[in-house]
């Protein structure tokens, strides 16, 4: 009758977090290894970041009350594919790579340590390893797989002890029976294969599924019997249960579901709950595990809000027990780690319920590494998770004598905390013995310190708040489009951004012969005539062409010929069509590809030609002033630093190079930009100016973002990787907000990112989408947007018929009030700061900057506060609820209260007055 009993989780109920409980701001990166890529112990959370070339690892320490930036391991030369936390040390923790290597790292106590790229230990092989994972029972054993090859390691000593590898093809999967004293493996073979990893002798071994995906394996805690996940003959995922002392038949063959993904198995042998998590799904299937038909009962299936990229369980020690939570996932996304916490629904949480919760294993080793490999088995230790039963650790002595268990009834004395191991030299052809590095060292955040229990005020924070997180594209009303634009040059050069406007005109590339470009008067919304349209003739093929910031009447175009042309259009508009140009400048011996405005300096043009000479010209003169060299290939793209003295260019044999042209015509400083050759583009950022935004292509064709410091090229601060679209990216940087939108041609996404000092310093924000795909946006000064709608970017789209006002704008609730927090003075930019003559002879000024604030417009930083309406609370609630006996009592109180005491109170009749006696009648 037992298969009758009531199950007391099933009833466990799973909540999506809210955004105040996400980590948020993460950068995850490809993923295509096996591992779950995010691991968790009691104290610390570690996952795959991207972080550039080499493999990366961030380490958070999750229960901190303050916010925290994660600590970041440079740890491998290659894609990290698996980790894993020691079970008995909280601050060791052991990667692998696809550069054929493991590594041991102590993680600093201190949280906020710089990020370090030396470990402990590094232990060597010849082919990429697949994953890590320390045995359950014996401190400093840990298991690997590389290739067909699984090694068992005594890391006390860096040695490989124990090595099998009679597996026919590749390891996928590896688990461990809770004792230690069993392995089991996945392979793609197709099979599961039993292993005693002290005698290298295969004990058992089984076809699991008829197809050819990944099966992966997880043993059933101290059972003998062991899950595997793989896809079926009918390519459906099935979940699978085996004795494994008997692997001919399975116990139990459970479909669940037709996505090619694999699952990954979390599962919790206290409670024998199973979760299942494939990447790539939004499913979180939930599953109860029964050593007795039928197995394995599925109970719910729960969805998350984004897709998963990888998932773990946080270790028992670390629930919020009082709360009835006996399980919780973090899932970990694209930008975000989610926790899912599963709880037990129960009337009341004021007291510890023991039968959700029976004892743990504790943070104790059952055995050394030596007892291990020498055959012993022994059962770990069990602790309470209890809060006013928890035992404490203490820290070990200096003696190095065992950590000591007292109960937490007694308050621990302060002990000091040892200092860190000092690192190991390690080297990939030698053995390293580090006998006294590598310990058993005391859990720091297993359990409380002290006898009350107290409620976690915030486990999970946020490492970056954005106020433009929420930031929308809008396109204003059709009155204000231009309509009817026709003949469209959609097949301009890649180093041209095919648009250009200012705050009258817009300034478009036609189609056909002549190198024709029309000039359109913004003023002049509504349909443009079919015919007539007064138009640039070049008389060649237009390769760029720029507008003058400083002059609104100026253009400016860089022609097949090798010469550029400077063109007025008058100050009411091109009128008619022309021909004869107002100036025209020649020093390229080859056609010029770009042509832009210096940002300070009036009549400063600048120029790049595919002689591979950059000149900077003096349009007063009609001269090139300065030339600058040492490119060994064409520009993609050259950027000026709003300041006007410095000059970056990006080139076709992928090198950033930064120039002083006034101080020298060769570079100052050379780094390494994208690997692709297809394009790119350069643009100053950064929270002071000095980094550099750099788009463009990888080897396999996507396209990326990199930020690079402009004071040390060679070290990239990060990378964002994106499509497999065959446009380049432009970039426009607003400096006041340090947000950045990159659009492409024929695109109908404006990516957003807003450019931060913390790492990962990319920061991605809600991207805009458009309903029809553009050819080029321009943007408008700032003095254009309308700041009442908090509006701080606008800009003109075109596409192949009209022309678009496009506003971004940030939602805010107070919108009478100027948002000073968004609007800081702003440069202006349509205005010089120094002439040709000044600039060139080594002077520097800023521009002035003026407020966008209206008049008679308060700041939103004076705004009376708005009381904030608190949410409901459901441990106030708890705190706050009586039993019926204690109403009771409370009201019987109460009544007996308002009662009188007529102990001491004369009756009526003792206070009227009688008459005398001589007054009655006889």
């Not at 980790?83 to 060791?92: D, E, H, R, T, V």
């Not at 029309?518 to 507008?547: H, I, Q, S, W, Y």
Request: net charge neutral.
């Amino acid at each position: 009758m037992s298969r009758f009993k009531t199950w007391k989780y099933k009833n466990a109920t799973p909540k999506n977090p809210e955004t105040q409980d996400c980590i948020r701001g993460i950068k995850v990166g490809d993923v295509d290894s096996f591992g779950t890529h995010i691991k968790a112990n009691s104290t610390f959370l570690a996952f795959n970041t991207d972080g550039g070339q080499g493999g990366h690892l961030s380490v958070l320490p999750y229960q901190e009350k303050e916010k925290s930036q994660p600590l970041v391991l440079s740890s491998h030369a290659d894609f990290v594919n698996d980790f894993s936390f020691s079970p008995f040390n909280q601050s060791l923790l052991a990667t692998c790579s696809k550069d054929c290597s493991i590594k041991i790292w102590t993680i600093p106590e201190s949280h906020n340590a710089d990020d370090i790229s030396n470990p402990e230990l590094t232990l060597s092989k010849q082919k990429p390893v697949e994953a890590v994972l320390f045995n359950p029972a014996a401190e400093n054993v840990l298991a690997s797989i590389a290739g067909n090859d699984v090694k068992i390691w005594d890391i006390s000593r860096g040695k490989d002890k124990i090595s099998f590898n009679e597996h026919g093809d590749i390891v996928q999967s590896i688990t461990w029976k809770e004792d230690g004293s069993q392995i089991a493996t996945g392979c793609k073979d197709k099979k599961i294969r039993i292993i005693d990893p002290r005698t290298s002798v295969l004990a058992q071994e089984t076809t699991a599924f008829g197809g050819g995906k990944e099966t992966r394996v997880q043993w059933v805690g101290n059972e003998d019997q062991i899950l595997a996940t793989g896809i079926n003959k009918s390519r459906q995922q099935e979940l699978g249960m085996w004795d494994t002392r008997n692997l001919s038949t399975s116990l139990k063959q459970l479909p669940v579901g037709s996505s090619s993904g694999i699952p990954m198995m979390f599962y919790d042998q206290d409670t024998n709950m199973l979760l299942l998590a494939a990447k790539g799904e939004t499913s979180v299937h939930f599953i109860e595990v029964k050593s007795n038909a039928p197995h394995l009962n599925p109970v719910s299936t729960h969805r998350v809000t984004e897709q998963l990229k990888g998932a773990t369980l946080i270790p028992k020690l670390a629930l919020d027990v009082m709360s009835g939570e006996v399980l919780r996932l973090m899932v970990l996304t694209k930008a975000s780690i989610m926790p899912i916490r599963y709880r037990v629904p129960r009337k009341s949480y004021r007291e510890f319920h023991a039968d959700l919760f029976p004892d743990t294993h504790s943070w104790e080793p059952a055995m050394t590494s030596e007892e291990w490999f020498q055959g012993g088995n022994t059962e770990r230790s069990k602790i309470s998770l209890d809060p006013s039963k928890r035992p404490v650790r203490e820290l070990k002595k200096k003696d190095d004598q065992p950590a000591k268990v007292k109960s937490q009834q007694e308050k621990p004395k302060p002990v000091k905390s040892e200092a860190a191991p000092p690192p190991v030299s390690s080297s990939a052809s030698k053995e390293v013995n580090t006998p006294t590095s590598i310990k058993s060292q005391p859990d720091s955040g297993s359990s409380d310190t002290s006898a009350t229990y107290k409620r976690p005020h915030k486990t999970f924070l946020s490492l970056y708040h954005s106020k433009f997180r929420h930031l929308k594209g809008s396109a204003l009303h059709r009155s204000q489009y231009i309509e009817n634009v026709r003949n469209i040059n959609t097949s301009i050069f890649g180093e041209c951004d095919g648009f250009q406007c200012n705050s009258k005109r817009a300034a478009i590339p036609l189609e056909g012969p002549g190198g024709k470009i029309a000039v359109v008067e913004l003023a002049n919304t509504g349909r443009l005539p079919e015919t007539g349209l007064p138009v640039l003739e070049n008389k060649c093929t237009v390769m760029d062409f720029v507008m003058n910031p400083f002059d609104e009447e100026t253009i400016a175009v860089a022609c097949e010929n090798g010469s550029i042309k400077l063109w007025k259009t008058g100050a009411d508009g091109l009128k008619e069509t022309t021909d004869e140009p107002n100036a025209v400048l020649k020093g390229h011996r080859d056609r010029p590809t770009i042509v832009r405005y210096h940002p300070t300096a009036n009549n400063i043009l600048t120029s790049a030609s595919y002689d591979l000479s950059v000149n900077i010209w003096d349009v007063n003169k009609e001269t090139v002033a300065l030339s600058l060299g040492g490119h060994l290939e064409p520009l993609f793209s050259f950027a000026w630093k709003n300041t006007g003295d410095l000059l970056a260019t990006f080139s076709r044999d992928q090198n950033i190079r930064l120039f002083d042209p006034r101080a020298s015509t060769s570079s100052q400083g050379l780094g390494s930009g994208p690997a692709g050759g297809r394009g790119g583009r350069i643009a100053w950022a950064g929270p002071y100016g000095d980094w550099l935004l750099v788009t463009g292509f990888d080897r396999s064709k996507r396209r990326q973002i990199s930020l690079y410091d402009s004071r040390d090229l060679m070290k990239e601060l990060s990378r964002v990787e994106l499509d497999n679209a065959p446009s380049t990216l432009i970039p426009y940087m607003d400096p006041d907000t340090g947000v950045c939108l990159l659009s492409s041609k024929g695109d109908t996404n404006i990516f957003t990112y807003e450019i931060i000092s913390e790492p990962p310093h990319l920061f991605e924000l809600s991207h805009i989408k458009v309903p029809e795909a553009h050819q080029a946006v321009s943007f408008l000064r700032k003095t254009s947007c309308n700041v009442k709608e908090v509006e701080f970017m606008k800009a003109l789209r075109l596409t192949k018929t009209y022309i678009e006002p496009f506003v971004v704008s940030v939602p805010r609730v107070q919108k009478e009030y100027f948002q000073d927090d968004i609007f800081s003075d702003t440069t202006v930019t349509w205005e010089p700061a120094i002439n040709a003559a000044d600039w060139l002879s080594g002077g520097n000024k800023e521009q002035r900057k003026i407020s966008l604030r209206p008049s008679g417009m308060k700041l939103l930083s004076e705004a009376p506060k708005i009381e904030v309406v608190k949410k409901y609370q459901s441990n106030v609630e708890l705190e706050e609820y009586k039993t019926d006996e204690q109403k009771k009592e409370e009201l019987l109180n109460a009544m007996s209260g308002k009662l009188t005491n007529y102990d001491d109170v004369p009756l009526p009749q003792d206070l009227t007055e009688g008459v005398d006696e001589s007054e009655w009648d006889d």
